[in-house]
């Protein structure tokens, strides 16, 4: 009796610390991951971008220094491209939410009743993940260039001038973003309309206003948390995007984005100064453009 | 009066021939009804009935299948909801959880671009005293002041009809009888035309002028709650309206003013005017507080109807009044309501008791002995297997 006691009095007081040390236990791995591949990066990242050019060395050889020039340097010369990678991922993102909401609202709130139907739409949406990124991105290229029959086709309606093109224009690039991105937008959007309650819009028509006055004050602000997720979810690899822009791909030597900057900086022209304070800008730009967007739209509980 | 403008006082709402099916069902099979302007009216039945179907059709929820609705005699059959001069206080309240309270009962003023929607807002904030609270989210309130709110955020549109749907049904028992209260001073105050569905039968009776008691898509009777109650018309009305001891037979003899009903060997006797019919097998009852216990066979006289004797086999204490569950032979169970007062016999179970009523105090129903599913028509799996199912058993049985 008196053993059984005492054995389950330190038990229930036990019990709570070591759980505290599971928890623990538990999340080492992942602050060890974190620690190793992104701090350190991180940390390293931001020593390469003030390094200077070793005196006597090669091409591509740096010493640690705190040169701010750095900076300054690759604003100065790379403005523009900086410019239009934020163009092209507003522009994609406009287009993959205008693209993605009616599909999500068809899939979550109309397609309700037919459940079915739901997934099967769902799957259309997610397959392509199933195939390469870059296989995608190359059969658009097939699809867009010269002697292609879209090309043909849309020349054959006058819809193209004779001698345009449509590889390599910005308007493959953005065309090449939203679609790649648009799973990103139509999955979280899905998720907030599937949960939308109906009778709130049944509610709406009640008090008197049309459908479209329901949709613009009832549905869009409660599926605001999908739209901000879908926003950041497509903007954030949409502007550091070097794929779509590339001239492998859909791009030109006029389209050129950061992310392309940035990578014949670290792999072509070997400054890895240059490429590492570009690095540093995009994500700073970023950050803050995320921060002012998430205050703006009020769902600050989503960071 | 649809889109803009206020209702200066209720409109009257008047159905005819309303029919909704659903793929595979009913909800409502015929109905005609007029509510009168300014009234206060009550859909009454069990979940299934047909009530809410009706309240969505008013409001324009839902497509009609068949017939008319006319809201201050306007066809408003088929316009859009938007364009009814009616607002709904919805079971769920829906009130929209990302406004303020304030912008929820300005909501439908806004829309109709009517003049100081906000004044009007804390004005109706105040009548269901919650304008100190206008600035929180509909999340931060409890139950009963959302539902204050959805009151608020309807009537504030001075509807020429105003739809209630269960609007009291998540409310705990105490905050359900103050709201009960409080809307029927509302409905006063403002004069509007309340259609209120509800399956609380209590809340019907105290609430409203006029009930209507619904079942299987139909109406089956309509009337002020005190005439319900005193005169059923049909067996679900009885059981569903309180409690109702019912018998049948066949009418035996015929006087001036009262026909006596034979129930296996005991004569019952009904006045004439409390009967719905007056020949052939009928259905005669009498309330449970309308019986006097007795433990000895009570004098037999014109003016009283007496069964008996038979024993006690449930006795249930309630507070106000003891149930007892009496067993009378060739009669069946008979339910009685003492009010305790001191004053009465208390009998134990397996008392030997007289049960008597005084014949002012009981009613002749309308209808038939029960003929089944009303529904037979429809086609759904269940009951089709069901039909066969019957077929098959009579068939049986026959052989």
């Known amino acids: 009796m008196a053993f059984s006691a005492f054995a389950t009095a330190t038990a229930t007081e036990q019990a709570p610390r070591r759980a505290s040390k599971v928890a623990l236990l538990l999340l080492l791995p992942g602050i060890a991951y974190l620690m190793l591949f992104f701090l350190v990066p991180l940390f390293s990242l931001v020593i390469t971008s003030l390094q200077a050019p070793a005196e006597f060395g090669d091409i591509g050889e740096f010493d640690n220094a705190f040169r701010w020039e750095n900076y300054t340097t690759v604003i100065g010369q790379y403005s523009a491209q900086i410019l239009r990678s934020f163009l092209y991922a507003v522009l994609a993102t406009i287009f993959a939410l205008l693209f993605s909401y009616p599909l999500a609202y068809f899939i979550g709130v109309r397609a309700r009743p037919y459940p079915l139907l739901q997934k099967l739409i769902l799957v259309m949406v997610i397959a392509p993940f199933f195939i390469s990124f870059l296989l995608r991105t190359l059969a658009w290229k097939q699809i867009l260039s010269d002697e292609s029959p879209v090309v043909a086709g849309l020349k054959a309606l006058s819809l193209l001038a004779p001698d345009a093109f449509l590889t390599g224009t910005p308007f493959a690039v953005v065309f090449g973003l939203t679609y790649n991105f648009i799973p990103f937008m139509t999955l979280p959007l899905y998720a907030s309309l599937e949960r939308l309650d109906t009778r709130y819009l049944e509610a709406g028509s009640d008090l008197y206003s049309t459908p479209f006055t329901t949709f613009r004050t009832v549905t869009i602000p409660l599926s605001m948390p999908g739209i901000v997720s879908g926003v950041l979810l497509t903007f954030i690899p949409a502007a550091g995007d070097y794929v779509n822009a590339s001239r492998e791909f859909l791009g030109g030597t006029g389209t050129t984005m950061i992310g392309n900057v940035i990578e014949s900086n670290f792999l072509i022209s070997l400054n890895y100064p240059a490429a590492a304070s570009l690095s540093i800008i995009l994500m700073a730009v970023i950050l803050v453009l995320v921060t002012a967007y998430v205050k703006r739209s009020g769902t600050e509980d989503l960071l | ?399």
Not at chain 2, 106 to 123: C, P, Q, S, T
Not at chain 2, 170 to 191: F, N, P, Y
Not at chain 2, 339 to 362: D, F, K, L, R
């Open chain 2, 1 to 399: 009066m649809a889109a803009g403008g206020f209702a200066e006082a209720g409109a009257d709402l008047e159905l005819v021939g309303l029919q909704k099916r659903f793929p595979g069902f009913t909800a409502i099979e015929e109905l005609n009804l007029t509510i009168p302007a300014g009234s206060f009216f009550a859909l009454l039945g069990p979940s299934g009935c047909g009530k809410t179907t009706t309240l969505r059709l008013v409001a324009g929820l839902e497509e009609v299948t068949a017939g008319r609705i006319l809201i201050g005699g306007k066809d408003v059959t088929s316009t859009k909801a938007y364009q009814r001069p009616v607002n709904t206080v919805f079971q769920s309240y829906a009130l929209f959880p990302h406004m303020s309270i304030i912008d929820n009962v300005a909501f439908g003023l806004r829309r109709r671009k009517i003049d100081d929607a906000m004044g009007k807002a804390h004005e109706a904030l105040r009548l269901v005293e919650l304008d100190h609270l206008a600035a929180r989210k509909p999340s931060q309130l409890s139950g009963g002041q959302q539902q204050r709110v959805a009151l608020a955020r309807a009537i504030v549109n001075r509807p020429a009809l105003l739809l209630l749907d269960e609007p009291l049904g998540a409310l705990d028992l105490k905050l359900r009888r103050q709201m009960q209260l409080e809307l029927k001073s509302v409905q006063e105050e403002v004069g509007l035309t309340f259609l209120h569905v509800t399956h609380d039968q209590e809340e019907a009776m105290t609430m409203a002028d006029t009930v209507a008691v619904m079942n299987k898509g139909r109406i089956e009777q309509l009337g002020a709650p005190a005439v319900l109650y005193e005169l059923p018309r049909t067996v679900f009305v009885a059981n569903f309206l309180g409690q109702s001891n019912l018998f049948s037979g066949q009418v035996v003899a015929e006087n001036p003013d009262s026909i006596s009903v034979d129930i296996d060997g005991t004569r019952i006797v009904v006045p004439k005017a409390r009967a719905h019919r007056t020949s052939g097998h009928i259905t005669v009852g009498v309330r449970p507080e309308k019986l006097i216990l007795a433990r000895e066979a009570p004098v037999e006289s014109a003016d009283n109807n007496i069964l008996g004797p038979g024993r006690v086999i449930d006795v249930s204490f309630s507070g106000v009044s003891t149930q007892y569950l009496i067993q009378i032979p060739l009669v069946g169970t008979i339910v009685l309501f003492a009010q305790n007062m001191g004053t009465g016999p208390i009998v134990g179970e397996g008392a030997e008791v007289w049960v008597s009523w005084h014949v002012e105090h009981g009613f002749g129903l309308d209808d038939e002995v029960e003929t089944g599913s009303r529904f037979p028509a429809d086609t759904d799996t269940a009951t089709l297997a069901l039909q066969k199912r019957h077929a098959l058993m009579s068939e049986l049985g026959e052989d």
